[in-house]
C-alpha cells in the first residue's frame, strides 16, 4: 500500500504527496482520496511526486481523474517535482506536452 | 529456416511471379474493350483477387509457428474478466465457475453490462467479483462492449487481464501456457484460437475459422501484427492504459485547437451585429479575441495546453462577470443554443476529436448576443476542454470507434510500439451460433466493425505501423472486398453462356497457360499452409456471403460518412427458430444460384443449336458448376436445424493435442 501524505496550505491549496510507487495498484487509492478532497471543497490541489518512485499509467490515469474533478470544480490540479522517471511516463503518453511539471509546490499555482 | 517456411517461401515467389504475369497481360493484352461492361468488371475482379493473394502471400513469408510458451512467473496478478450482456445466467455462470478453475492465482470478475440483480446475486453466491457501470456514465454513450471493459479497467488493478466472451469457457491451464509471453517487457497481448465446441464435423454455418486462428494469425504475429479478437486473449494493463492516457493528450490537444479556431468565429460574428454605442460589450469582446489571440500563441510556442485553457478559462469567466447585467434579455435565447452545443459533445461514438465541423460551423454562423457570443466560448471551451465532457471516463483505453473494439485497439497499440503474440494452442471451449440467421447477423457485425476501422482510422496512413504492419491490418479489410468481385464471377459465365459475349478477347493457349498454373500454385499455397486444417468451408463462405459484406459497406459508409445508425436497413431477425428454413435472408444467393443454373441450361441449348462454341461453353459450365459448389453451402445453412450433441465435434486444431 502506498502512503500518501495530504496537507493544506494557508492560502487554501491542498497539496499530495504520494511516497513510493503510484502504480495500477495504489491507482485507486490515489483517485478516491482525490475525490474526497473535491468534496471537502478543496478544488486546487498540487500532487508533489518528489518522493513517487515510480508511475505507470494506471496512476497517471487516476492523476487525470483528479484534474477533470477539479477543473469542473473550477479549480486545477498541479504536478510538481516529478523525478526523470517518472517524467519519462509522461512523456511516452505525451502528457507532457498538455500538463505541464512544475518545479517547486510553492509556486505551482502562481501564474 | 525451417524446410516447411523455405517451401511457403517458394511458393509464395512463384504465386506472385505467376500471378502478376497473368493480370498484367490480362491488362494489356486480352481485355475485350468491345464488351467492356463486363469485360473490365471481370479484369478487375481479377486484379482484386491477385492483390488479395498478394497480401496472404505477405503474411505467409513470415509464418512465425511458436514453440512452447516460457512458463508462466510466479506472483503475477491477474484479473479475469467475463463479458456479459443478456446472455443466460446459467451460460455466464458456467464459464465464471471455470474461470474461477483457472490454475494461475488470479480474480475472476463478471461485467455484467445488464445490471442484473438475479446475475449479480449468482456470481456472489459463487464468491465471483461482479461489476457493472459506475455512476459515472449515467447518460454517457455506452460504448457497448468497449465501454464496459473501459469501466472494468478503472476498477480493478491486475496487472495483466484476460479477456473472456460469456460463452468461452476457458481451460485451467489458460494462465499458465500464455503469461510466460509477458515476460518480453514490450508485450502487450497474447491471443489464442476461438473453437467452438457445438460444431459439427462438417461445419455448415463455417463457425470454425482454422486458417484464421492459424497461419494467417501466424503470418501475422510474424511481421508483428498478431490481432486482438476481443475474446480469449491477455493483455497487460499497462499497455492499456498507456494508449488511453496519449489517446486522451491527444484527444483534449486536436479538441481545443479546433474548439478556439471555432471561438474567434463566434466572436467576429457577435461584433457584426454590435450596437456601436454599447462601449461596454465591445470592450468585452475586445478583451476576450486578445485573450484568444494569446491562447492560439502560446499553444503555438509550446506551452502547456492545460496551462493555456486554465488562463483562457479564468479570464472568460472573469470578462463574463463583468459584463452580466449587460445584457439579460437576449441571453435567454441563447442558453437554449448552449445547452445543445454541450449536448453536441455528448454524441455516441464521438471521440473529442471527431466534434462535427459542421456542427461548429452552425454554432458560429448563429445570431448572437453579445453575452451570449462570450457564454458561447466559454462553453465552447469548457466542452473540448480536460474534463472530457461527453464521455463517462476520460481515459477509454478500449477504442470506441468502431463495433468490434478489438482490432482498432490492437492498431493503436501496435502504434505505441507494443509487440503481439499469437499462441496456436485451444485453451477455451466456445459456443457458436447454431442457425443461420444468428451466423448473419454476427457476420456482418464483423464485416461492419472492420470497414468502420479501415474508414476512420484506415491502417495504410498510421505513420507510426510499420509498412508490413499496415499491410496486415489492410489485408483483413481488403479481403471484406470479395464480396463486390464474387458479383463480377457469378455474372461472366451467365453473359458467355447466355449471350455469347466473352470478357477476354478469345480462350486461347495464352489464356490458358497464364490463369492455369497460377489458380493451381494459388491452391498449392493453400495447401501447403494449412497443413491439414480444412479450408474448403472458409473459402465458400468468403465468397457465398458476398450480400452481407456488401451490406458490411455499405452500411459502414453510412455510419462513418453520412451519420446513418449501423443497423440502417439491416434486416431484423423476426420469427422463433422452428419457422423453418429462412430463405428469405439468402435471397441473393438464390437469385445468383439460379441465374448460373439457367445459364448452363441456355448454354446447352446454345451449344445445341449451333450459335456457340463447344470449348468456351464448356469452359464456362465448368466455371458454372465451380461457383454452385460455392454457393451449395449456404443451402446447407439454411436447413442446418443446429447442433446434435450426440455428434461429438472433432479434435481442436493445434494445441496440446497435437
Known amino acids: 500500500m502506498i502512503e500518501i501524505d495530504v ?62 474533478g477539479a477543473r469542473q470544480a473550477g479549480g486545477d ?35 | 529456416m525451417s524446410k516447411r517456411l523455405l517451401l511457403i517461401r517458394t511458393i509464395v515467389v512463384l504465386t506472385a511471379v505467376l500471378g502478376v504475369n497473368y493480370v498484367a497481360w490480362r491488362w494489356l493484352h486480352s481485355v475485350h474493350w468491345a464488351a467492356w461492361w463486363i469485360a473490365v468488371p471481370l479484369v478487375i475482379a481479377e486484379t482484386y483477387s491477385l492483390i488479395d493473394s498478394l497480401l496472404f502471400g505477405l503474411a505467409m513469408w513470415r509464418l512465425k509457428e511458436r514453440d512452447d510458451p516460457p512458463p508462466a512467473p510466479p506472483d503475477r496478478t491477474v484479473d479475469v474478466f467475463i463479458a ?71 476498477q480493478t488493478e491486475g496487472e495483466f487481464l484476460l479477456i473472456l466472451d460469456a460463452d468461452q469457457v476457458p481451460l485451467p491451464e489458460i494462465l499458465d501456457r500464455t503469461l510466460g509471453f509477458f515476460e518480453d517487457e514490450q508485450m502487450a497481448l497474447v491471443q489464442t484460437p476461438q473453437w467452438f465446441v457445438n460444431v459439427p464435423d462438417d461445419d455448415p454455418l463455417g463457425s470454425q475459422a482454422p486458417l484464421f486462428y492459424g497461419p494467417i494469425q501466424q503470418g501475422k504475429d510474424g511481421w508483428n501484427a498478431a490481432f486482438f479478437c476481443g475474446s480469449n486473449a491477455v493483455i497487460r494493463r499497462e499497455a492499456l492504459m498507456q494508449l488511453g492516457v ?28 454590435l450596437d456601436p454605442d454599447d462601449e461596454r460589450v465591445i470592450r468585452a469582446l475586445d478583451q476576450i479575441e486578445y485573450d484568444l489571440g494569446r491562447a492560439k500563441r502560446e499553444l503555438a510556442r509550446g506551452v502547456a495546453l492545460f496551462d493555456v485553457t486554465y488562463k483562457f478559462q479564468k479570464r472568460v469567466a ?103 503474440a499469437y499462441h496456436d494452442e485451444v485453451l477455451a471451449h466456445g459456443l457458436a451460433p447454431e442457425d443461420l440467421p444468428t451466423m448473419l447477423t454476427q457476420r456482418l457485425r464483423w464485416a461492419q466493425g472492420t470497414v468502420q476501422v479501415m474508414f476512420r482510422e484506415n491502417p495504410l496512413v498510421q505513420r507510426r505501423l510499420t509498412w508490413a504492419q499496415r499491410l496486415m491490418y489492410f489485408g483483413t479489410m481488403w479481403s471484406y472486398l470479395s464480396g463486390f468481385a464474387a458479383i463480377v464471377y457469378i455474372a461472366a459465365p451467365v453473359a458467355y453462356l447466355t449471350m455469347g459475349i466473352l470478357p477476354v478477347q478469345a480462350l486461347s493457349t495464352d489464356f490458358f497457360v497464364r490463369l492455369v498454373p497460377f489458380l493451381i500454385i494459388n491452391q498449392l499455397l493453400f495447401f501447403v499452409v494449412a497443413a491439414g486444417r480444412p479450408t474448403w468451408r472458409g473459402q465458400q463462405y468468403s465468397l457465398a456471403l458476398f450480400p452481407v459484406w456488401i451490406k458490411s459497406f455499405t452500411s ?25 428454413p429462412r430463405w428469405d435472408l439468402i435471397k441473393p444467393q438464390l437469385i445468383a444460384m439460379a441465374a448460373l443454373t439457367a445459364g448452363v441450361v441456355v448454354g446447352l441449348v446454345r451449344l445445341a443449336v449451333g450459335q456457340a462454341a463447344a470449348f468456351g461453353t464448356l469452359f464456362n459450365i465448368v466455371w458454372v458448376v465451380f461457383d454452385l459448389a460455392i454457393f451449395s453451402v449456404i443451402i446447407r445453412a439454411a436447413l442446418y436445424r443446429g447442433f446434435n450433441p450426440g455428434v461429438s465435434p472433432e479434435t481442436p486444431h493445434g494445441g496440446a493435442s497435437s
Open chain 2, 84 to 154: 456479459t450482456y443478456n446472455e443466460p445466467i446459467e451460460l455466464v455462470m458456467a464459464t465464471a465457475r471455470a474461470a474461477q478453475a483457472i490454475r494461475y492465482p488470479h480474480e475472476t470478475w463478471i461485467l455484467d453490462d445488464g445490471n442484473r440483480p438475479e446475475m449479480r446475486a449468482a456470481a456472489e453466491e459463487a464468491g465471483i467479483g461482479w461489476i457493472t457501470r459506475s455512476a459515472d456514465w449515467a447518460n454517457m454513450p455506452r460504448h457497448a462492449k468497449a465501454g464496459n471493459l473501459n469501466n472494468a479497467l478503472l
Open chain 2, 556 to 580: 459502414a459508409f453510412g455510419n462513418v460518412f453520412l451519420g446513418r445508425d449501423l443497423d440502417f436497413a439491416v434486416t431484423r431477425k423476426t420469427g422463433a427458430l422452428d419457422e423453418g
Open chain 1, 7 to 68: 496537507f493544506r496550505r494557508p492560502d487554501g491549496v491542498a497539496v499530495v504527496v504520494p511516497q513510493g510507487r503510484l502504480n495500477m495498484v495504489a491507482a485507486r487509492q490515489m483517485k478516491d482520496l482525490l475525490a474526497i478532497l473535491l468534496e471537502e471543497g478543496s478544488s486546487r490541489i498540487v500532487v508533489d511526486l518528489d518522493r513517487t518512485t515510480f508511475l505507470d499509467s494506471s496512476g497517471l490515469g487516476a492523476l487525470i481523474g483528479g484534474l477533470k
Open chain 2, 318 to 420: 472573469a470578462i463574463r462577470r463583468d459584463l452580466v447585467e449587460a445584457d439579460l434579455t437576449a441571453l435567454q435565447a441563447d442558453l437554449a443554443v448552449i445547452a445543445e452545443l454541450e449536448e453536441m459533445t455528448g454524441e455516441p461514438g464521438s471521440g473529442l476529436a471527431t466534434l462535427n465541423p459542421v456542427a461548429l460551423e452552425q454554432m458560429a454562423q448563429r445570431d448572437w448576443s453579445p453575452l451570449g457570443a462570450v457564454e458561447t466560448v466559454q462553453a465552447l471551451v469548457e466542452a473540448v476542454d480536460v474534463d472530457r465532457a461527453g464521455e463517462a471516463q476520460p481515459i477509454m483505453p478500449l477504442a470506441t470507434i468502431s463495433v468490434t473494439e478489438d482490432m482498432a485497439t490492437c492498431m493503436r497499440l501496435h502504434g505505441l510500439g507494443w509487440k503481439s
Open chain 1, 77 to 111: 490540479l498541479r504536478i510538481a517535482r516529478p523525478t526523470p522517471e517518472v517524467l519519462t511516463v509522461f512523456q511516452l503518453t505525451n502528457m507532457d506536452k498538455v500538463l505541464r511539471p512544475r518545479d517547486d509546490v510553492e509556486s505551482a499555482f502562481d501564474a
Open chain 2, 246 to 273: 496519449s489517446r486522451y493528450a491527444g484527444e483534449v490537444e486536436v479538441g481545443v485547437q479546433r474548439a478556439l479556431k471555432t471561438a474567434g468565429t463566434v466572436i467576429a460574428e457577435a461584433r457584426e451585429q
